[in-house]
């Protein structure tokens, strides 16, 4: 299974290395796509966006890829998986990460299979709406692999098979880095794509991380 | 890749200074809770989870994820979230 966390939503350059991709992704089968929302205007009017339709025909399954940063102090800790109503046709209602999960742990109709159209399901991804994302560690604790080596060397595919791959940037200027709880002052922003590890790995365990009841948040604090 | 004693050092070392964050801040709140300053968090729980991943440390990562990242920046890469598009780089 391929996350492949890029936003396709416009064309790029040269509509024949579009066509080519698309027909990449249709050729191999497994590739999971991003959509999003953005808030627009004034008034901050949510706005889905989706995938071009050459790509998103082309994918596997599209999923959103909504976070929920604390409004507090801006820490990431918690994935989407009922995204709110964006008035957009078609936008997917299944997690991103939650589709690959369920693609490795073989319940790939549980959060959405193909397509964007079916509403993920509670069960052992933890309850609907929301899930804490279970932190492996700082930023650089899932270390990318970067893409040159894939190209360059056609037996590093080895080091991908039976996994799920996320592809994306590491770049800062990407513009796609969260705080997370283990960044601490001026530490560096975790990537999106290693956010999305993160969250693929805890839609994956077995003991979902849960907050704990109001009496030992008492206690503790 | 780090072998598995490497690995146990390094989760041990982690450890230990997991804990040293998680006293200082223990004290840091006992400190803002006396000074009448912990309700304006207003998110206890959220302090304490944060808390809870410092003690913890860090873990191992999944072997079943594997992440690959693009030096070749594509032009999605440069779409920013209003829609516009920054400049390609040279």
Redesign the interface.
Known sequence: MILLD?????P??SPGEDATLAQAMRQVGNVVLPA?V?H?GVSGQAKG?VPLDLFASAAWAVGHTLLTE?A??G?L?RLVLVPPPVGEAGFPQGSFAAIGAAA?DGSATAAGGRRSSAAPQPGRHGRPGAQ?ID????AG????????L?LEDQAAAS??A??????????P???DAFLS??SSGGAEGM?G??VQ?NC??AL?ARRPLR??GPTI?LA?? | MLGADSWSRRQHQVRLSGMRSAILAAAVAAIASILGLAGTLDFPDAKLLDLCFRLRGVQRPSPAIALVASPLTPPAFLTVSDGTRCPERS
Do not use: K, M, N, Q
């Not at chain 1, 604790?141 to 040159?148: E, K, S």
């Not at chain 1, 039976?162 to 770049?171: D, F, K, P």
């Open positions: 890029v936003l396709l939503d416009e790029g350059p999003t953005v627009t966006v604390s507090a102090d820490v800790r490795l804490l932190f492996a560690g700082p604790t899932y270390f990318p692999l970067p893409a040159r894939f080091l991908l039976g996994r799920i791959v996320i592809v994306g940037s590491a770049l200027e990407s513009h709880p283990f990537s794509v290693e590890a693929v790995a994956l907050t704990c948040i503790a604090t």
